[in-house]
């Protein structure tokens, strides 16, 4: 299974994905009925929200290619010096495929991403609210370490409240070492 990322910027001011592209991917979160969960805050609500926020917003995205089909979209967000927070969503396409090894080679590359040969990224971290079971058997499966619980961590827009959420981490240089 070969696994791929493709960046959404500019190349001299040519996107590597067009607005329409861009729109699509939640679109295809739409359809698989996925786009609620994976933006559970409310923040992103339709594909011109989607695409604002990936293309004004503070976030780097990629789409996501197993054996060259579009098969979902990963986007970082919270930068800090070397740091920033990881998001996913895979499209129905691809679930009944390793999304394990996928995702496994999706945090990879993005940590072994470097800019003038220093690495971006040390860590990546993630916060799954505790109503999305698949995203945390996911994330155990893909052995991102838990570092707690926060209480009322998780906005949860659809329902009107907060509930627990889980935070995650997973680290340069120690993921991907006998897994």
Known sequence: METTLLAYSAIDGIPTMTDSEVRGLYERMEADGTADTVF??????????????????????????????????????????????????FFSNAWKKDLVDAGKECVTQ???AERLSVPMFDCLIGIV???????????????????????????????????????????RGNYGKGI
């Open 40 to 89: 559970y805050d409310g923040s992103v609500m339709s594909a011109d929200d989607f695409l604002k926020t990936m293309k004004h917003g503070m976030t780097q995205l990629f789409m996501v290619s197993i054996d060259n089909e579009v098969a979902g979209a990963v986007w970082l967000t919270d930068f800090e010096v070397r740091r920033a927070a990881f998001h996913f969503c």
């Open 110 to 112: 993005i940590l072994n």
């Open 129 to 171: 609210p505790a109503t999305n079971r698949a995203a945390q058997i996911w994330c155990h499966k893909m052995r991102f370490r838990r570092i707690g619980v926060l209480p009322k961590g998780a906005w949860i827009q659809r329902e009107q409240r907060s509930v627990p959420a889980t935070i995650y981490y997973v680290e």
